[in-house]
T-cell receptor, first 110, second 112 residues
Framework: DAGITQSPRHKVTETGTPVTLRCHQT?????MYWYRQDPGHGLRLIHYSYGVKDTDKGEVSDGYSVSRSKTEDFLLTLESATSSQTSVYFC?????????FGPGTRLTVL | QKEVEQNSGPLSVPEGAIASLNCTYSDRGSQSFFWYRQYSGKSPELIMF????GDKEDGRFTAQLNKASQYVSLLIRDSQPSDSATYLC????????????FGQGTRLTINP
């Protein structure tokens, strides 16, 4: 599992509330990624990080922000959750030009 | 918009037969190609990657890449019921960070 954990694993929240998802890795990988997975869309890149405090946008970044203050942690924040952000969120790391995924967080926004 | 296309299936194959999964991509600058397997409710797990034109074999799995046709495929020989899953094709242009673009996945069912 490349030493990746995600928390929480499941969350139900209400529209308009802030939500933060955490990705933690234990193997000092430089690159970390956040994806969302929705039926019919596969996985889509939200944001990625190439080092502490170095982040950039992916394909579907609107409504999301990220932070990386330590190598091991990459946080994804929904400032004001909307129902369209109901999804399964996967964190990933790169190792030798391949990506490995965490277990995922299932987020439901009511 | 970079796109990766897969037939969403479901693809049904009898046990012991060869399963053939196909993927096309739009960005000619794509350099790396990946196949992931995803069981229901689980995270994607890497099966194979391929960078060069031709075939790459790993056990029962063979990845095939044709950059001129912008086509990548995955063959599964001697299909087993445990191969029943969704198979995701992903491509990337390696420029520092590896920003994968995924297809929507093909659902494969192996019938005993």
């Amino acid at each position: 599992d490349a030493g990746i954990t995600q928390s929480p694993r499941h969350k139900v929240t209400e529209t308009g509330t802030p939500v933060t998802l955490r990705c933690h890795q234990t193997e000092n990988h430089r690159y970390m990624y956040w994806y969302r997975q929705d039926p019919g869309h596969g996985l889509r890149l939200i944001h990625y990080s190439y080092g502490v405090k170095d982040t950039d946008k992916g394909e579907v970044s609107d409504g999301y922000s990220v932070s990386r203050s330590k190598t091991e942690d990459f946080l994804l924040t929904l400032e004001s959750a909307t129902s369209s952000q109901t999804s399964v969120y996967f964190c990933a790391i790169s190792e030798l030009d391949t990506q490995y995924f965490g277990p995922g967080t299932r987020l439901t926004v009511l | 918009q970079k796109e990766v296309e897969q037939n969403s299936g479901p693809l049904s194959v009898p046990e012991g037969a060869i399963a053939s999964l196909n993927c096309t991509y739009s960005d000619r600058g794509s350099q790396s190609f990946f196949w992931y397997r995803q069981y229901s409710g689980k995270s994607p797990e890497l099966i194979m990657f391929i960078y060069s034109n031709g075939d790459k074999e790993d056990g029962r799995f063979t990845a095939q890449l044709n950059k001129a046709s912008q086509y990548v495929s995955l063959l599964i020989r001697d299909s087993q019921p445990s191969d029943s899953a969704t198979y995701l094709c992903a491509v990337s242009v390696n420029q520092g960070a590896q920003k994968l673009v995924f297809g929507q996945g093909t659902r494969l069912t192996i019938n005993p």
